[in-house]
């Protein structure tokens, strides 16, 4: 009996400790910006804004623009084709675009050493291009002081050619620093675009400020 005793006072004073049982503190399916790692980031990320581009929100724009036609015995989208543009009009660029441009904006900031370079040229680029694509749609829209969260919850619209003369510092920027840094870490399979191929960015960002130039052109349409 007395070796008994003694059993279950020791496993009672090593079974249960405080703490034991906190397993979700801090919370593993809602982590911290700062503590995911940037590679991860990315690939969400990058992920977001295929299904952003590819899925569906541009298709007034191809419409409107005479790039597609409609079908005498089809109509897609009543609102679209009679110009009922409301608030709840193609949304998800705008609503799924900020969230997007938010998770680049993380890269940039955690990708301050010059081994992560690569990832905060690509998150550089991306941003450009998501920022150019709300211009073309919405003209002005928050820029300088966008994705700043509760520090400015009302943040100014600023103007659209200031925006697209920013946006070509930026890659041009981008650009540079993927120059400048041979020996970055490469992305790798983490960069589910281009599979690290660095040369692939530096062309993407070469297309894309070469697309907001074209906006800027004497007589060109956004």
Not at 90 to 118: C, H
Not at 171 to 190: M, T
Request: glycine share 8%.
């Amino acid at each position: 009996i007395s070796f008994a005793l003694l059993g279950l006072l020791l496993l009672a004073s090593v079974g249960c400790k405080k703490g034991t049982f906190d397993i979700n503190n801090p919370n593993p399916n809602s982590p911290s910006p700062e503590s995911v790692p940037t590679k991860f980031i990315l690939s969400a990320a990058l992920n977001g804004s295929a299904g952003l581009i590819a899925g569906g929100n541009n298709d007034f724009a191809n419409y409107y623009m005479g790039y597609w036609a409609v079908s005498g015995d089809y109509i897609p989208n009543a609102n679209l084709l009679t110009y009922n543009i409301t608030a709840t009009f193609y949304t998800g660029n705008w609503d799924a675009g900020y969230p997007l441009l938010k998770n680049y904006g993380t890269i940039i900031g955690k990708s301050e050493d010059a081994s992560q370079a690569n990832y905060a040229a690509i998150a550089n680029i991306m941003s450009s291009l998501h920022f150019q694509n709300m211009v073309d749609i919405y003209n002005n829209i928050p820029y300088s002081q966008a994705l700043l969260g509760a520090v400015t919850t009302n943040p100014a619209y600023d103007d659209a050619e200031t925006i697209y003369a920013s946006l070509v510092d930026r890659l041009d920027a981008a650009i540079a620093s993927i120059n400048a840094n041979p020996d970055a870490e490469d992305p790798g399979a983490y960069d589910i675009m281009f599979g690290g191929d660095m040369t692939m960015w530096k062309k993407l960002a070469n297309t894309i400020k070469l697309r907001i130039l074209m906006r800027q052109a004497p007589g060109a349409a956004s």
